[in-house]
């Protein structure tokens, strides 16, 4: 029974309006990626509807092979240099606010595509200065020089995402490492940045080990958390080993809060942008009041 209440709180509408098919078809010009639709994200509709969008650079192809993960896997990686150029004429033209700018692992490039966010980042604040930018980062293997590109263009917004407990990551991110996505956390909060990471639950993490992840992401200063619900994208990937129910997301959040994150965002379909704008505005709100 109870399984079947946390499901129900896993549906989304899927109502197409005139924003959504309006940034549908801007992306589709543009010839861009977002993480909505290359990872099979729940609240494309809802964020689409609004016209709120992840975009995906560096391709859509990832050098790394995390169990968790929908985006496809390649051996032979493209570049395409006016992407940066794209993404900033695509936010202009849907008129957006805040922007969210994420990408694949790039590990077979010298600067594991540091300098291509920082490019990004720059054509935006040319065409649309208005505009505030978080950036999703991969690790970039923990390189100070990339990290310092990425800084020095200088997000309102860096995340960076631990994903799941210490103990889970040979099984779901072989390819990385928990105290190097730490260290990233830290030195981008040493430079000054509001900083931001994110969980999934239910891939077969304890209670315990949830809030010594927390522990470690809050040590860093990271400002910003959010938690959601791991949903398995097809049966290659790995299982759903739970599904936690509502009063446990709101449980973490209150626990997130006595930690003293500015914000944590905690629901079943919480992603690590979902309304993004929102909590960057109550972190913002937050340093103004502890000011």
């Not at 129910?245 to 629901?267: A, C, D, H, T, Y």
């Not at 992603?271 to 937050?286: G, M, N, P, V």
Request: glycine residues 4%; contains cysteine; neutral net charge.
């Amino acid at each position: 029974m109870k399984d079947t209440q946390t499901r129900i709180h896993l549906k989304t509408k899927s109502i197409a309006n005139s924003n959504y098919y309006r940034t549908k078809e801007t992306i589709r010009e543009q010839r861009l990626h977002t993480v909505c639709e290359e990872a099979g994200c729940p609240n494309k509709f809802e964020c689409f509807g609004v016209k709120t969008a992840t975009f995906l650079i560096l391709g859509n192809s990832c050098t790394r092979n995390c169990s968790f993960c929908l985006i496809d896997k390649a051996d032979d990686f493209q570049l395409d240099s006016q992407e940066p150029y794209r993404v900033a004429e695509a936010i202009n033209k849907l008129g957006l606010k805040y922007a969210v700018i994420t990408s694949v692992s790039r590990d077979d490039l010298p600067d594991k595509g540091a300098s291509f966010f920082a490019e990004t980042m720059n054509w935006i604040r040319k065409m649309n200065p208005p505009c505030l930018i978080e950036v999703l980062t991969p690790d970039f293997g923990g390189d100070e020089k990339a990290l310092k590109k990425v800084f020095e263009a200088e997000p309102d917004v860096f995340n960076h995402n631990i994903e799941t407990v210490k103990r889970l990551y040979p099984d779901i991110r072989a390819q990385a490492d928990y105290e190097c996505s730490l260290d990233v956390l830290h030195k981008a909060k040493q430079y000054g940045l509001v900083v931001k990471s994110g969980l999934m639950v239910g891939m077969g993490e304890t209670r315990q080990e949830i809030i010594d992840v927390m522990q470690d992401i809050r040590a860093t200063g990271c400002d910003i958390l959010t938690i959601g619900q791991y949903l398995q994208p097809t049966k290659d990937h790995q299982e759903v080993k739970r599904y936690y129910r509502i009063p446990e997301f709101s449980f973490l959040k209150q626990l997130g809060l006595s930690m003293n994150f500015k914000v944590v965002q905690s629901m079943p379909l919480v992603r690590s942008s979902y309304r993004a704008y929102d909590s960057f505005l109550k972190a913002e709100s937050s340093e103004q009041k502890t000011a």
